[in-house]
């Protein structure tokens, strides 16, 4: 589970490909956050199906999965939020916290230092979850029952692709298939769901966007948004 490596160029990897190991996964993550030499860096900005549609999502509490430097988390804050982030590394935790400090935003943010397989997500609980950068597919279901009623879940993943991607794993272990997360979220209602390339300030990626709600039947009540918005 999870990403090798987040955002930065493609890094080899065994082809043999061993199981996560938890610990390990601490300690690398750790090692990741704490060498600023390295090229690995995560973006500020929040994701931008976040961004675009935060005027559009029900208020209340939110989780931001595998927080990182906590952009999304500390967005949400930002706008009234109250928000549970959680990640297994406590370097990224630490500073996802000083930069939520900066941001004046820090009280609203209750930071979670766990690995995510061992979680336990409470049914009902969240208005807004988001997943950036992350593979998390065999945990969706636990993930979704956290949702409240009408909640809405925003995912964001590194995709295979034929294309020379910079950004992202350097094995396709870790990123998703062409709809595997349309498919895991069919049971919610897909309010958009795209598959593209896009260039960041480190290199293009190729990356699955998914913005669902816990709602089903039908006649629903959608959200107003944008030409263009994903
Ligand atoms: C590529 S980073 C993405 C961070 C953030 N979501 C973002 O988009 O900026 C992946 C994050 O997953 C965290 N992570 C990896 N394995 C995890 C696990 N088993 N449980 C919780 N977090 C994990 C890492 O520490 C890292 O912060």
């Known amino acids: 589970m999870g990403d090798p490596d987040p955002a930065a160029p493609s890094e080899s990897e065994s082809t043999s490909e061993p199981e996560p190991d938890p610990v390990n996964d601490r300690t690398r993550w750790n090692k990741k956050y704490r060498q600023p030499d390295t090229e690995f860096s995560l973006p500020e900005d929040p994701i931008p199906a976040l961004e675009a549609r935060i005027d559009t999502l029900p208020d209340g509490r939110a989780?931001?999965?595998a927080t990182g430097t906590g952009r999304n988390a500390r967005f949400a804050a930002a706008h009234g939020y109250t928000v549970d982030a959680v990640d297994i590394s406590d370097e990224a935790l630490a500073q996802a916290q000083a930069a939520a400090k900066d941001d004046g935003v820090d009280t609203a943010i209750k930071w979670i230092r766990?690995?995510?397989a061992d979680y336990t997500f409470e049914p009902d609980r969240y208005d807004v979850i988001t997943i950036s950068y992350f593979a998390a597919l065999e945990l969706l279901p636990d993930i979704k029952e956290a949702l409240a009623p009408g909640g809405v879940l925003i995912y964001e993943?590194?995709?295979?692709?034929?294309?020379?991607?910079?950004?992202?794993?350097?094995?396709?272990?870790?990123?998703?298939?062409s709809n595997d997360l349309l498919r895991a979220c069919l049971d919610l209602t897909i309010l958009s769901y795209g598959?593209?390339?896009?260039e960041n300030t480190m290199g293009e990626l190729a990356v699955a966007t998914l913005?669902?709600?816990n709602?089903?039947?039908?006649?629903?009540?959608?959200?107003?948004v944008d030409d263009g918005i994903q």
């Open 157 to 177: 993943q590194h995709l295979r692709s034929s294309d020379e991607i910079e950004i992202g794993p350097g094995s396709d272990r870790y990123r998703f298939r």
């Open 114 to 116: 766990a690995d995510i």
């Open 195 to 198: 598959e593209c390339r896009r």
């Open 215 to 224: 709602s089903a039947g039908g006649a629903q009540s959608y959200p107003r």
């Open 211 to 213: 913005v669902g709600r």
């Open 63 to 65: 989780l931001d999965v």
